[in-house]
């Protein structure tokens, strides 16, 4: 049973920084990409960040220089380092394991981050 799971989220403060993570289990990991979604308040699920085994990160203008994503093949973890924080970062972060050559992808529950002060 494939399982992603993030944690990392909450309030943090305008400026601040905060670093998500995605566990994830029951599927050959190297195969797959990683990316990170997000969805804020009343608005439609975007991508911000990718990365494939062994490639190079992409990110959505939005967030490039500001948050760095990355992987660990040991631990079969992803992460999204985020720097800068902004109130209009505040979101739902999803961690997503897609692979186009396998036509699967994997969804996590959730991770919640506020940017407030």
């Known amino acids: 049973q494939v399982q992603i799971v993030e944690s990392g989220g909450g309030l943090v403060q305008p400026g601040g920084s905060r670093r998500l993570s995605c566990a994830v289990s029951?599927?050959?990991?190297?195969?797959?990409?990683m990316t990170w979604y997000r969805q804020p308040p009343g608005e439609e699920r975007e991508l911000i960040a990718a990365?494939?085994?062994?490639?190079?990160?992409h990110y959505a203008n939005s967030v490039l220089g500001r948050f760095t994503i990355s992987r660990d093949e040991g631990k079969n973890q992803a992460y999204l380092q985020m720097d800068s924080l902004k109130p209009d970062d505040t979101a739902v972060y999803f961690c997503?394991?897609?692979?186009?050559?396998?036509?699967?992808?994997?969804w996590g529950q959730g991770t919640q981050v506020t940017v407030s002060s």
């Open positions: 997503n394991a897609q692979s186009g050559i396998l036509r699967k992808q994997y």
């Open positions: 029951g599927l050959a990991f190297g195969e797959y990409t």
């Open positions: 990365i494939p085994r062994g490639g190079s990160a």
